[in-house]
């Protein structure tokens, strides 16, 4: 049953249970009214509709109260149920008196049906509000279970739309740091690479300064032994210049002397053998004055001993002091 048919129903029920307590007020109040003008004293009769309006009142409070408390679920005790049942006891007693002093068994039965709808209405409708009232509540309960079962599931779906968001926040932000971190990563590594090839650029250029002063030290080295080399060298062959001068001085000397006594001994002979007989024929000349040339004869000494001119004997000498000019001649 949805809120809106507990609300019809609670409507229909409080228009039927008010127009029954109302057409029962009405009737009571047509009905007391001339049994208590019968008692009344005279004079007094204006007060007859009083009391039927004093019980009406009774109930009309009893039946409000009872459905005030009906709706918001509460019970007031056993005060109101005594209120409730006496009025109505009075309403029937009231209703059913003048038929009942008459002895009319039918008027009684006629009287009794307004008081006695009215008390079983009002129970009925108590029970009816309380039932609807439980009803509404359980409904207020379901709608209020429902509203949390959605106000849950909507939270459960903002939740899960926040973890949502979160995860892809974190995976961004994962993501981002990874990057920042692989970013980092190689620059330190392009740092670290730049380093080690700054470290080898250096160290290859300390081995190059290294090779370079070596090789300095090596060519000082093979300069300063090939300069004592050349040097030694350089002394050796002055030493064999000097002692192949003195050797050469030695050789011409000794050449010299060769020649000298040889010259003395060729002097000597041609001294010895005198001046020539006959003139000798050219060849002999020649070689004559050759030999005269050689032991250092004068030119008319020669002359005298080939027995030529002095003037052709003049000219061999000057062909053996100067070749060239021998040649030329």
Request: glycine share 4%; net charge neutral.
């Amino acid at each position: 049953m949805d809120e809106r048919t507990l609300h019809q129903a609670d409507r229909v029920l409080s228009v039927g249970t008010w127009l029954i307590v109302f057409g029962a007020v009405v009737y009571s109040v047509l009905t007391v009214t001339p049994l208590v003008r019968s008692v009344t004293p005279d004079g007094w009769e204006w007060t007859a509709p009083i009391l039927p309006v004093v019980v009406d009142a009774a109930v009309v409070i009893v039946v409000r109260l009872d459905a005030a408390l009906a709706r918001v679920g509460g019970r007031a005790g056993g005060w109101p149920v005594l209120l409730r049942w006496m009025t109505g006891l009075m309403t029937l007693g009231l209703n059913t008196a003048g038929s009942w002093l008459e002895g009319d068994a039918v008027g009684v039965a006629v009287h009794a049906v307004a008081p006695l709808l009215l008390i079983v209405s009002s129970e009925a409708s108590l029970a009816y509000r309380r039932a609807l009232t439980a009803a509404v509540v359980q409904r207020e309960a379901e709608q209020a279970a429902e509203k949390a079962a959605r106000e849950q599931r909507q939270r459960d779906r903002e939740q899960a739309e926040r973890d949502r968001e979160q995860r892809r926040i974190d995976t961004e932000e994962r993501r981002a740091r990874e990057e920042r971190e692989h970013t980092a990563r190689l620059a330190r590594e392009e740092r670290e690479h730049q380093a080690s090839l700054a470290r080898e650029q250096a160290d290859r250029e300390r081995e190059r300064e290294a090779l370079r002063l070596e090789h300095e030290r090596q060519a000082r080295e093979q300069q300063a032994r090939e300069a004592e080399q050349q040097r030694l060298a350089k002394e050796q062959a002055e030493r064999e210049r000097e002692r192949h001068q003195a050797e050469e001085r030695a050789r011409r000397e000794q050449q010299a002397r060769a020649r000298a006594q040889e010259a003395e001994r060729r002097r000597q002979q041609l001294l010895a053998a005198g001046p020539a007989k006959v003139k000798q024929d050219e060849a002999t000349a020649r070689a004559t004055v050759a030999a005269a040339f050689e032991a250092d004869l004068s030119v008319r000494q020669a002359a005298e001993l080939c027995g030529w001119s002095v003037g052709w004997v003049n000219s061999r000498y000057v062909e053996l002091r100067d070749p060239l000019t021998g040649v030329a001649s």
